[in-house]
């Protein structure tokens, strides 16, 4: 009976008054008790012993947050054409070329234009790159005016001077200080990034905008791919690009991505092996965060505040948590044995710092039955001392955010595992 109720809920739209009454849990001692699902033990029962059950395993929990969460993506089977919007080969004061092409997603006559903005270090034969998407657009990033603005839909901000729904060049620069180009250029590090709303708009438009337009023959049903999951597709066509650009590694990639980004960078991480370093910043509820936790953002609410980024099914576990046949733990686990970056803010309690740091613990040892160390500590380590194995955590001082504090870490965990 309980399972019909569950079933029948995924359907039924959410009464508007759950987002209004919603009090979040701030306090650490009203977390209720839970049994996280285990990484290392297959839904029959058997254990996982060794690296090929573990092959079986992450395929069988990979399935779970396709089908339960973010739903399923097509397969691409598209064409991409490419334009060259501008260059400028002595960007950074010399140091570096950047670029902007328009990547153009055609499919059965229908077509995307994806604006993909690049940074590459000169005297670097083969540069390691970030790739993550972007929130208020290209020109944001620097102030340099060759930049396009973007022409897609993007939220309104009166901060920002975006109104109508469109971004304006009136922000030219205002998010440098959360993407520190030069710092990655000075250290041989390329960047590769791209507004995510030219991927899908953030807003519940029943999916007949950004890349899900491409798919009109898909039948969609309650697994379908919902929004973080259009953004991390988009994030392997960056990839599809890049593995033509010459002066790019392939082999060292790592995907990045704040918050409502973050999430997508870590599913990104999860269907596209060719990321071989993921980063998630501040991604707490639907991230990094543990969904049994109920601390700060809960899965009822960010269903309910966004009802287009996860697929229906997922609607079934609000305010049933422990019925979830997954958790948040095994998102980072199915990266391994890949290193993983979690980074916290003390004062994003929205997140669940302590939640995201507890993840990671509990992937460990899907890393360790690999051969890797994982996460070094069990500890919550104290603001501003981060912790790097294979799997790397802080929990920096001040508010959500991707701030400079956050990339010097993620450059040192770079260099860490790369140079
Ligand atoms: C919040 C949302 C979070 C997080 C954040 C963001 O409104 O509740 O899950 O994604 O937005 O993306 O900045």
């Known amino acids: 009976m309980k399972r019909l109720i569950l079933a029948l809920t995924a359907f039924m739209p959410l009464a508007p008054s759950l987002a209004q009454n919603f009090i979040p849990n701030y306090d650490e001692s009203k977390v209720p008790d839970y049994v996280l699902p285990d990484p290392l033990q297959f839904a029959n029962g058997q254990r996982v012993h060794d690296a090929p059950d573990w092959e079986n395993r992450r395929i069988e929990i990979l399935r779970l947050f396709e089908e339960e969460m973010f739903g399923v993506s097509p397969a691409w089977d598209g064409q991409m054409q490419l334009l060259e919007l501008s260059r400028n080969n002595e960007a950074l004061g010399g140091k570096a070329v950047q670029q902007e092409v328009k990547l153009t997603l055609e499919r059965n006559g229908q077509w995307v234009d994806l604006v993909l903005l690049t940074y590459l270090p000169k005297g670097v034969d083969k540069a390691p790159m970030f790739v993550g998407l972007n929130f208020y657009g290209n020109h944001t990033i620097s102030a340099d005016e060759a930049i396009h603005v973007t022409k897609s839909w993007i939220r309104n901000n009166a901060d920002m001077g975006y ?65 973080v999951a259009a953004w991390a597709w988009g994030i392997s066509r960056i990839v599809d690009y890049l593995e033509g650009v010459p002066g790019v590694d392939h082999g060292r990639l790592a995907v990045v991505g704040h918050s409502r980004l973050g999430k997508a960078a870590l599913w990104a991480a999860a269907v596209d092996s060719r990321f071989t370093i993921a980063i998630s910043n501040n991604s707490g509820c639907g991230g990094a965060a543990l969904s049994r936790r109920r601390f700060g953002e809960t899965v009822e609410r960010i269903n309910t505040s966004f009802p287009h980024w996860f697929n229906r099914r997922f609607r079934i576990y609000n305010n049933e948590e422990d019925s979830l046949p997954m958790d948040q733990h095994q998102l980072i686990a199915i990266l391994a044995p890949h290193p993983v970056y979690i980074a916290s803010a003390a004062e994003d309690l929205w997140a669940d710092p302590k939640g995201e740091f507890l993840s990671a613990v509990a992937a460990t040892p899907v890393y360790q039955l690999l051969g890797k160390e994982g996460l070094p500590v069990s500890e919550w380590p104290k603001v501003e001392v981060p912790v790097m194995g294979t799997l790397g955590y802080h929990v920096r001082k001040g508010g959500h955010g991707m701030l400079y504090y956050d990339w010097m870490q993620y450059l040192d965990f770079a260099d860490r595992h790369w140079k």
């Open 163 to 227: 109104t109508d729904n469109r971004a304006s060049d009136s922000n030219r620069g205002s998010r440098v200080t959360n993407w520190p180009v030069e710092e990655m250029v000075n250290r041989g590090y390329g960047l590769a990034t791209m507004y995510y709303g030219d991927i899908d708009p953030d807003f519940d438009d029943g999916f007949a905008n950004g890349v899900h337009a491409l798919f009109p023959d898909e039948i969609r049903n309650d697994k379908s791919w919902g929004s």
